[in-house]
């Protein structure tokens, strides 16, 4: 079947088994277990859940491994650099991917004795990968939405022993599948595009790797780091509409990506689908298409804030991958390497015609005209 047919159903019921087509969230925090616990599939709420299982299942499908539902991205982020790393191993990461990882570096890992190598998504991560323990990618990035070969660099940190983990958050699953091109660990933010409605916290492991799931469930438990059925049961929920959603999301965002490239006060646009950006070559390799999320840069701070007051159908707020476009100053939050004009625009659901009509308007707006 096609992989659309297949995600629609995933973690469903079968079309022979009778009752709900998805069960409801599983609340229990307890569960009736008389004699020995090894008897019994549901022993207690932190250990395991129905909800959880079926939507593990559903992402194991996306995956093509086995999935860990965590509590959010950070908690799947988490989780996945504890398994792997202890004192005296090495972590070569990208110095430009997400803020929130690099700062989990250098205030957990590396006061633990963890060394980490900071190397640009565009740099060269083969040259520092001798000694290392684990080689982090994200790709895209965030919020520059540079690009880099994951096969390749998959392929050379096999041969020096290197475990490879791939954040997948900007492109998900449906976009882009790690583990077919040789990563041992997939991470996602599923906040984000993979749920697409901005109305819970949630992410997940992935991987082939059969001690490595032991592993996650394992610091799953110890950590506490668990999902709230509630909120998984709305990721499950949402996923059958994943490929219509990201389709139109996508489609819209090379269209917008294309609109701006041609306005000569736009100073720059990073989107992997346009021909003009560096790693379009390995996106069109490695991406079935190219995201929703399209960054821009209007050079200062003053013609940035106004482009965003001037907006009357997108929404100013943080995060990406929703059903509603929403645009930020990036720089706002700071830690990033990127102008104080730059924006990231998540585009969303709505008719690309207006999108691109209020993006148009805010330029205009803020340009003066």
Not at 197 to 224: I, K, M, N, P, Q
Request: proline share 5%; glycine share 10%.
């Amino acid at each position: 079947m096609h992989r659309d047919t297949l995600i629609v159903h995933a973690g469903y019921r079968t079309r022979g088994e009778t009752g709900p087509f998805l069960a409801g969230p599983q609340f229990s925090s307890t569960y009736t277990t008389p004699g020995d616990p090894a008897d019994h599939a549901l022993t207690y709420g932190r250990f395991h859940n129905p909800t959880w299982s079926a939507w593990e299942a559903a992402l194991g499908v996306l995956e093509g491994g086995q999935a860990v539902a965590f509590a959010s991205g950070m908690a799947a982020v988490a989780a996945a650099l504890g398994v792997t790393l202890t004192r005296g191993d090495v972590l070569v990461l990208p110095g430009d991917c997400y803020y929130a990882i690099r700062r989990l570096a250098a205030t957990w890992l590396e006061p633990i004795g963890v060394r980490v190598r900071l190397v640009p998504t565009r740099g060269d991560q083969a040259a520092v990968l001798d000694g290392a323990r684990l080689l982090w990618l994200e790709t895209p990035s965030n919020p520059l939405l540079d690009v880099c070969d994951i096969r390749a660099l998959a392929g050379q940190a096999r041969t020096r022993g290197v475990l490879v983990a791939v954040d997948n958050t900007t492109a998900t699953a449906y976009v882009q599948q790690p583990l077919d091109l040789g990563a041992a660990l997939v991470v996602a933010s599923d906040t984000k595009a993979l749920t697409g409605h901005s109305d819970l916290l949630l992410g997940h492991v992935a991987t082939r790797d059969e001690a490595l799931v032991v592993a996650l469930r394992a610091w799953r438990t110890h950590h506490g780091a668990i999902p709230g059925p509630m909120e998984v049961w709305l990721a499950h929920r949402s996923l059958p509409t994943l490929p219509l959603r990201l389709g139109r999301q996508c489609a819209s965002a090379e269209r917008l990506a294309a609109f701006l490239a041609s306005r000569p006060d736009v100073e720059s646009v990073h989107y992997p689908g346009l021909a003009t950006h560096p790693g379009h070559a390995i996106a069109r390799r490695q991406m079935r298409t190219f995201g929703t999320l399209v960054s821009f840069d209007l050079g200062t701070r003053t013609r940035a804030e106004a482009f965003l007051r001037a907006l009357t159908l997108v929404r100013e707020a943080t995060s990406f991958g929703g059903v509603h476009s929403i645009a930020e100053r990036r720089a706002r939050w700071g830690g990033d390497a990127i102008g104080e004009g730059f924006i990231r625009f998540s585009v969303g659901c709505e008719a690309v015609d207006d999108i691109v009509a209020d993006v148009q308007h805010a330029l205009d707006a803020a340009a003066g005209r």
